[in-house]
């Protein structure tokens, strides 16, 4: 099928189960932020499967072909799982700048980094057991992990990276075992730092994804629209991801309306087109959707788009969120239509 449609991870979780008004008030937690949950421990876990089943309902009913669970038990898209890893001091957090430049509390490294058990393929699991359509999950990448941790422990930024891919790659291997269709990896960070991503990025994501069996995809973008408002026409690192070993890459295009000729020089890739505009709460028309990814279309094949948001929904109100995926939703159906497929 021809353009298929997903969200890139986030959808926005309810205000019964996650204060909003906390969550968009700060930057977005590194380490955990228990206090962000409405329920005490005890109710948590069924109230996060509650919300998990809505999210996944509300991605079904506005016509997605491939669904995740909308990161819903997560505080942030990569704290559940940096924070679940061996070598980290939780109970004394480090600080980093974050993109933004602002100094965040984050896990503080203080010996080896090993993945002690897997983190996220219960969440998969029940994903795959409410749904049957094609499935995505998330994990972050190990680049913008240790951006996102203050190393007091490795005697270079480059060895840390590489034990974190060591993590990745088997919490991945751990997912497509237990079904998932697409796993992405998600590395903001190598936009915001692209010299480092370029010194030894990209080599810790292509360990992360040796030897992966399934369909891979890594998100790259400018930030969340609720934290970075400005976004550039172009970004400092994507055509290094010609070089990955993934099969997908997801951006960003409509908040930054970026310049689609980049995407000449990821050839052999599939590509995550954003074409919702999150940092504008009107709910724009399935043409305006479509025009976007024509934009991309002059440069990439049909076969080679999926439509997805610029980012995750995370910060949005779920009807503004409902209503964008729908309009993308309709969109794709009038570009099938237009290239044979309707």
Excluded at 181 to 209: F, I, S, T
Aim: with cysteine; charged share 25%.
């Amino acid at each position: 099928m021809l353009f298929p449609t997903t969200i890139v991870g986030s959808y926005p979780q309810p205000e019964w189960l996650i204060d909003r008004q906390k969550l968009a008030g700060r930057f977005p937690p590194r380490v955990r932020a228990r206090e962000l949950w409405r329920l005490p421990e005890p109710f948590l876990a069924q109230a996060q499967d509650d919300a998990t089943l809505l999210a996944i309902r509300f991605q079904e009913e506005a016509g997605l072909d491939i669904v995740s669970d909308g990161e819903i038990r997560r505080e942030s898209y990569s704290n559940r799982f940096a924070t679940a890893l061996d070598g980290v001091d939780l109970d004394n957090p480090g600080t980093a700048l974050d993109r933004s430049g602002h100094p965040n509390p984050v896990p503080r490294i203080v010996g080896r980094i090993r993945r002690r058990h897997p983190v996220e393929v219960e969440d998969l699991k029940f994903l795959k057991a409410h749904t049957t359509r094609r499935t995505k999950i998330t994990v972050p990448g190990p680049f913008t992990m240790l951006q996102q941790a203050q190393n007091d422990f490795y005697g270079s930024e480059e060895e840390a990276a590489m034990d974190y891919a060591a993590a990745v790659n088997e919490e991945i291997r751990d997912l497509f075992a237990a079904g998932a269709d697409v796993v992405q990896v998600d590395e903001p960070y190598m936009q915001a730092r692209p010299e480092k991503a370029r010194q030894y990025g990209l080599q810790a994501l292509n360990r992360a994804l040796e030897g992966v069996p399934g369909t891979t995809c890594v998100h790259i973008c400018f930030g969340y629209a609720a934290v970075i408002h400005q976004r550039p026409s172009g970004y400092s690192f994507l055509p290094e991801l010609a070089g990955c070993r993934c099969r997908q890459v997801s951006i960003e295009t409509a908040q930054s309306h970026l310049d689609t000729r980049v995407l000449r020089e990821l050839e052999g890739k599939q590509v995550l087109v954003g074409c919702l505009d999150l940092n504008d709460m009107a709910v724009e028309t399935p043409e305006v959707v479509a025009g976007r990814i024509r934009r991309a279309l002059d440069h990439i094949a049909p076969e080679d788009v999926v439509l997805a948001p610029d980012c995750g929904m995370k910060y949005l109100p779920r009807e503004v969120a409902q209503g964008k995926l729908v309009a993308m939703v309709e969109a794709a159906r009038q570009l099938r239509r237009e290239y044979g497929q309707g």
